[in-house]
Nanobody, 117 residues
Framework: QVQLVESGGGLVQPGGSLRLSCKAS????????TAWYRRAPGKVRELVAL???????NYADSVKGRFTISKDTEKNAVYLQMNNLTLEDTAVYYC???????????WGQGTQVTVSS
């Protein structure tokens, strides 16, 4: 089991940027998938961005061109750079790591992102 701690959330104005971090309790080497999800008020949790061991990335259509997922295996960390934020990006953001096909996975506790003027 991997313990995950997210940070970097907060209040930002529309058009602003935030960088979320997810620190893992052990090495991410060998972890097939790392991803960010979010749950907006009144909505189901959705995949925002994913990166696998081959460097393949996948993004939700709503964030393409604005968000970038990356990972640093030396720091056991996963990041989500979020630019040009909109009101619709307001949500709790969760980090997830796991095996191929999400056969096994672990979740962080989430970090709140609020976009408001």
């Amino acid at each position: 089991q991997v313990q995950l701690v997210e940070s970097g959330g907060g209040l930002v104005q529309p058009g602003g940027s935030l960088r979320l971090s997810c620190k893992a309790s052990k090495s991410l080497i060998g972890i097939n998938r790392t991803a960010w999800y979010r749950r907006a008020p009144g909505k189901v949790r959705e995949l925002v961005a994913l990166i696998d061991t081959a460097g393949y990335t996948n993004y939700a259509d709503s964030v393409k061109g604005r968000f970038t997922i990356s990972k640093d295996t030396e720091k056991n960390a996963v990041y989500l750079q979020m630019n040009n934020l909109t009101l619709e990006d307001t949500a709790v953001y969760y980090c997830r790591v796991g095996s191929a096909g999400w056969g096994t996975s672990d979740w962080g506790q989430g970090t709140q992102v609020t976009v408001s003027s």
